[in-house]
């Protein structure tokens, strides 16, 4: 089927009858691309990766076609959504709308808080940014072969005490282009919403969402995942959050999380805060209800000051309680079994974990082996009889995720913001935080945020 650029008109009751055929052509080739995934996925389990290769392409391509359509809709600038907007598409019934439509700023920290907190904030900013940016270079290799092949050439070259992080030159098969140093889509994705809480002083979801628009749309030279697309043929047909959101529940939602517990850990409004960051870009339970998950142990690891074990504990038992501060949500006990299952494994090795889980962008393979990754340092060096510490434990985390393969960066990205924050900031080594593109800018939006929380 062949559309024409669709016909701009003033009047809404006067839309172009062959808009209704679009709508109904872009739900087809998204039903299409999320069917190329999830066979793409299947295929990648069985360790087929090259006819895997050949669906993401295919689910690229229609994913192109159906944003492509969505934009020839009507001008985007000209339907902007912002907060409060009239007439664009409504946020949300009673109580949630106010989390949509409100600026909520950055607050102190609460008396609450353990010493150290700002600092652990930053180590967990750090982290992700630093662990996600390690990690781009082999980002989506699923075949082991070749990533132990990539490892023996980087040792033979620079020595045995070498790992794959910053691979040089890139070898991920979706990222040509990329340099060295930059982010994946999923540290791509958090630069930006730390970008937003600096800048707007907290979180406004009108504002996060015009600023993921223009990173993400016409002119960027990067890859943009699944929901990045669905968030933008969203945000062309002039909806407003969350409705911008992707029907998506991949890695990205906690992927990003370390900017709003930075922002936001200890405010009695941080999960409903993590559930609109999060639905403004993957409208869908599944995706609030894992970020909750990994927030609530993010924040006990930034708050309290706890080991990593404790924070996963804590979280398990907060989510089968259903506390009154997280959204209701039928997933949070299941989601508590499986964060009580993965600690049981703490002391099984990290590759072991990620092949019986899983090491695709998908949950809940891609929010437990990096919380794994995280859980397996501490219990090493509590077997040595210390606490985890140290830069060593913060390489040796990251160069673990790397080498389990497929969707590497998320799994780097949340594991780095959990040892950033168990380790402190020293533990992210000086010579990644160089190799790593917006290392530098990280530290000064922190600054901005912290400065806010009165540290």
Same mark, same amino acid.
């Given at each position: 089927?062949?559309?024409?650029?669709? +016909?701009?008109? %003033?009047? %809404?009751?006067?839309?172009?009858?062959?808009?209704?055929?679009?709508?109904?052509?872009?739900?087809?080739?998204?039903? @299409?691309?999320?069917?190329?995934?999830?066979?793409?996925?299947?295929?990648?389990?069985?360790?087929?990766?090259?006819?895997?290769?050949?669906?993401?392409?295919?689910?690229?391509?229609?994913?192109?076609?159906?944003?492509?359509?969505?934009? $020839?809709?009507?001008? =985007?600038?000209?339907?902007? &959504?912002? $907060?409060?907007?009239?007439?664009?598409?409504?946020?949300?019934?009673? %109580? @949630?709308?106010? %989390?949509?439509?409100?600026?909520? =700023?950055? +607050?102190?920290?609460?008396?609450?808080?353990? &010493?150290?907190?700002?600092?652990?904030? #930053? !180590?967990?900013?750090? !982290?992700?940014?630093?662990?996600?940016?390690?990690?781009?270079?082999?980002?989506?290799?699923?075949? #082991?072969?070749?990533?132990?092949?990539?490892?023996?050439?980087?040792?033979? @070259?620079? *020595?045995?005490?070498?790992?794959?992080?910053?691979?040089?030159?890139?070898?991920? &098969?979706?990222?040509?282009?990329?340099?060295?140093?930059?982010? $994946?889509?999923? *540290?791509?994705?958090?630069?930006?919403? #730390?970008? $937003?809480? @600096?800048?707007e002083g907290g979180l406004d979801c009108g504002a996060y969402a015009e600023l993921y628009a223009e990173t993400f749309g016409e002119g960027f030279d990067g890859y943009r995942n699944a929901s990045t697309t669905g968030f933008l043929r969203n945000y062309s047909r002039g909806m407003a959050p969350p409705a911008t959101g992707a029907e998506d529940a991949q890695a990205d939602c906690v992927a990003r999380l370390a900017p709003l517990v930075a922002a936001f850990a200890g405010h009695p409004r941080l999960m409903r805060l993590v559930a609109a960051a999060t639905r403004t870009t993957q409208n869908t339970d599944d995706a609030e209800a894992w970020a909750c998950a990994g927030a609530a142990v993010l924040e006990g690891l930034v708050l309290r000051g706890a080991g990593m074990a404790d924070a996963v504990a804590a979280a398990a038992d907060e989510l089968a309680a259903g506390s009154g501060r997280l959204p209701a949500c039928e997933r949070h006990a299941a989601i508590a079994a499986l964060l009580r299952r993965v600690l049981a494994l703490r002391d099984a090795p990290h590759a072991a974990v990620v092949s019986d889980l899983g090491r695709n962008c998908h949950m809940p393979n891609a929010a437990l082996t990096p919380l794994h990754a995280a859980l397996h340092q501490e219990w090493l060096a509590q077997r040595r009889g210390g606490a985890a510490g140290g830069e060593a434990a913060f390489v040796d985390g990251i160069r673990g995720a790397l080498a389990a393969g497929g969707c590497c960066a998320s799994r780097a990205g949340f594991a780095g913001a959990c040892l950033g924050a168990m380790l402190g900031p020293g533990a992210v080594p000086a010579g990644w935080r160089a190799r790593c593109g917006t290392a530098a800018e990280v530290k000064e939006l922190f600054g901005a945020i912290s400065a806010a929380r009165g540290a």
């Amino acid at each position: 089927m062949e559309f024409k650029q669709a +016909t701009v008109v %003033d009047e %809404d009751t006067q839309k172009p009858s062959h808009i209704a055929e679009v709508e109904s052509e872009i739900k087809r080739l998204e039903a @299409a691309a999320m069917s190329a995934h999830l066979e793409a996925q299947a295929l990648n389990k069985l360790q087929r990766c090259e006819e895997a290769n050949a669906k993401y392409d295919e689910m690229r391509r229609l994913d192109a076609r159906a944003l492509e359509l969505a934009n $020839s809709l009507g001008c =985007p600038s000209c339907r902007k &959504p912002s $907060s409060g907007a009239a007439g664009a598409t409504p946020a949300a019934a009673g %109580d @949630a709308a106010a %989390d949509y439509i409100s600026l909520h =700023p950055v +607050t102190p920290w609460p008396a609450q808080a353990a &010493p150290g907190a700002a600092a652990r904030a #930053l !180590g967990a900013v750090l !982290g992700a940014a630093v662990g996600d940016a390690a990690a781009m270079g082999v980002q989506w290799i699923y075949s #082991l072969e070749r990533l132990e092949d990539l490892l023996a050439a980087r040792r033979e @070259a620079e *020595g045995p005490a070498a790992g794959l992080e910053f691979y040089e030159p890139p070898q991920s &098969p979706f990222l040509p282009g990329y340099a060295t140093g930059r982010h $994946s889509p999923y *540290g791509e994705e958090a630069a930006v919403l #730390l970008r $937003s809480l @600096a800048r707007e002083g907290g979180l406004d979801c009108g504002a996060y969402a015009e600023l993921y628009a223009e990173t993400f749309g016409e002119g960027f030279d990067g890859y943009r995942n699944a929901s990045t697309t669905g968030f933008l043929r969203n945000y062309s047909r002039g909806m407003a959050p969350p409705a911008t959101g992707a029907e998506d529940a991949q890695a990205d939602c906690v992927a990003r999380l370390a900017p709003l517990v930075a922002a936001f850990a200890g405010h009695p409004r941080l999960m409903r805060l993590v559930a609109a960051a999060t639905r403004t870009t993957q409208n869908t339970d599944d995706a609030e209800a894992w970020a909750c998950a990994g927030a609530a142990v993010l924040e006990g690891l930034v708050l309290r000051g706890a080991g990593m074990a404790d924070a996963v504990a804590a979280a398990a038992d907060e989510l089968a309680a259903g506390s009154g501060r997280l959204p209701a949500c039928e997933r949070h006990a299941a989601i508590a079994a499986l964060l009580r299952r993965v600690l049981a494994l703490r002391d099984a090795p990290h590759a072991a974990v990620v092949s019986d889980l899983g090491r695709n962008c998908h949950m809940p393979n891609a929010a437990l082996t990096p919380l794994h990754a995280a859980l397996h340092q501490e219990w090493l060096a509590q077997r040595r009889g210390g606490a985890a510490g140290g830069e060593a434990a913060f390489v040796d985390g990251i160069r673990g995720a790397l080498a389990a393969g497929g969707c590497c960066a998320s799994r780097a990205g949340f594991a780095g913001a959990c040892l950033g924050a168990m380790l402190g900031p020293g533990a992210v080594p000086a010579g990644w935080r160089a190799r790593c593109g917006t290392a530098a800018e990280v530290k000064e939006l922190f600054g901005a945020i912290s400065a806010a929380r009165g540290a």
